[in-house]
């Protein structure tokens, strides 16, 4: 497995553990602090240098992190880069997808079995566990683990032992867990497809890594690094690069797929156009339809993103009544985007939204709230605590 040191220089990394371990070392500069850990993460947006200050930090410790984010908006890479950073560096990174593995076989990926073990095993093979031996184990999408497994990870994580398929002996763990998601894992607790014990075992740490929406000043330099990387890698007669009103315009793209479709389009992009620069008219008509769209699209005042929001979901942030912003209906709304959707989580949020609506008109006179949104009242109070929609101690209105 190569270690994701090998992608970075050996000085940027002298740079950022020298900074990590004594602050003094650091430059003035907040932003370029953070950024000079983290030189194989693009961006310098207000939220990207939140996410990074927060690896940075969360990679001195050896306590379990979760990383939640949309599906390509960089949660793997900043997987590694906390292990880069980490004490546990010179260790393996093993990553692990739950999701692609077939559940069947998922427990022995993780464990191990021995010979015998099952029809098929017919030697010993070591699990992740095993093979990330005092180093991390990055479990991807760890939304998608089966619940009986859920169980069995959370009693290795808490004893710190393992035991392999068919094998009696407990093995030490000294693995320090990474886990990532791309979904709301605290709906997923509340509708039981995801273990709360694991939930809070593995959320001790969170990192946040924010859409590229919402960090559209970065887009400019992935543009760049982008194409920089598709030029060097094809050799056409002549460089491509975009024109400044063709980067506009993508800018004001709400990129549903993230960072990965950023990355696609403008490989393909730069291989279609085969050198020389990149305008307007050639992308993608889909692309500018949706940006057309966004345009025409009508402001509304709601009290909850129609996206699922990582952010809002936490419960370190719960939703609160008031102090809402005006936005506007993405353009996707009611057409499934590319990368897909959690749509548990969607569908959450707009419940939520139209919930805080109702409270707001009503005064938060919940018996009035519940008429408005036909439901009874017992239902519309227990959705409102279960998901921490009002402030807990705030009475209701009603007479
Ligand atoms: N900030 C960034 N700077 C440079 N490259 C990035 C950045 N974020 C993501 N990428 C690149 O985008 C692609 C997708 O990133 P990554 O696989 O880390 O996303 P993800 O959140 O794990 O996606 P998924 O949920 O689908 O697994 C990768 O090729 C990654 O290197
Ligand atoms: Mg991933």
Not at 109 to 117: D, I, S, V
Request: glycine share 6%; charged share 25%; net charge neutral.
């Amino acid at each position: 497995m190569r270690s994701p040191d090998q992608r970075l220089t050996s000085e940027a990394k002298v740079t950022a553990q020298s900074m990590l371990l004594d602050p003094s070392n650091a430059s003035t500069n907040p932003v370029e602090n953070w950024r000079a850990c983290f030189p194989e993460i693009i961006g310098r947006s207000p939220a990207m240098i939140a996410a990074l200050e927060t690896a940075a930090k969360v990679a001195r410790s050896d306590s379990s992190v979760l990383i939640m984010g949309e599906s390509g908006s960089g949660k793997e890479l900043f997987a590694s880069a906390i292990h880069r950073l980490s004490h546990r560096s010179p260790q393996p990174y093993i990553p692990l997808n739950c999701a692609a593995i077939p559940e069947n076989l998922l427990e022995s990926e993780l464990f191990g079995h021995e010979r015998g073990a099952f029809t098929g095993a017919d030697k010993r093979r070591i699990g992740k566990f095993e093979a990330a031996s005092k180093g991390t184990l990055f479990l991807d999408e760890i939304g998608d683990m089966p619940l009986a497994l859920q169980s069995k990870l959370l009693r290795v994580l808490q004893d710190k032992k393992f035991a392999p398929l068919g094998g009696n002996d407990l093995k030490e763990a000294d693995v320090r867990v990474i886990a990532a998601t791309h979904m709301n894992l605290e709906a997923a607790v509340q509708r039981k497809s995801f273990r709360e014990d694991l939930f809070y075992r593995l959320n001790v740490l969170p990192v946040f890594v924010p859409s590229l929406r919402e960090r559209s000043e970065d887009i400019p330099q992935m543009l760049e690094h982008f194409t920089e990387i598709t030029n060097s890698n094809h050799s056409a007669p002549s460089v491509s690069f975009f024109t400044d009103a063709a980067i506009r315009m993508l800018c004001k793209y709400s990129w549903p797929g993230n960072v990965r479709q950023l990355q696609n389009l403008v490989e393909r992009m730069v291989v279609l156009k085969g050198g020389g620069a990149i305008s307007i008219d050639d992308i993608p008509s889909d692309i500018i339809r949706s940006i057309e769209g966004q345009k025409e699209q009508a402001i509304v005042s709601t009290g909850a993103d129609f996206q699922p929001n990582f952010q809002q979901a936490s419960s370190a942030m719960p939703l609160a009544i008031g102090g809402r912003k005006q936005i506007a209906i993405p353009d996707q709304f009611g057409v499934l985007p590319e990368a897909g959707i959690d749509l548990t989580s969607f569908i959450e949020g707009l419940e939520n939204g139209l919930i805080l609506q109702a409270l707001e008109r009503t005064n938060n006179n919940r018996n009035q709230a519940a008429k408005l949104l036909g439901l009874n009242r017992t239902t519309l109070v227990e959705r409102i605590k279960k998901r921490r929609l009002a402030v807990l101690n705030e009475p209701s209105k009603e007479l």
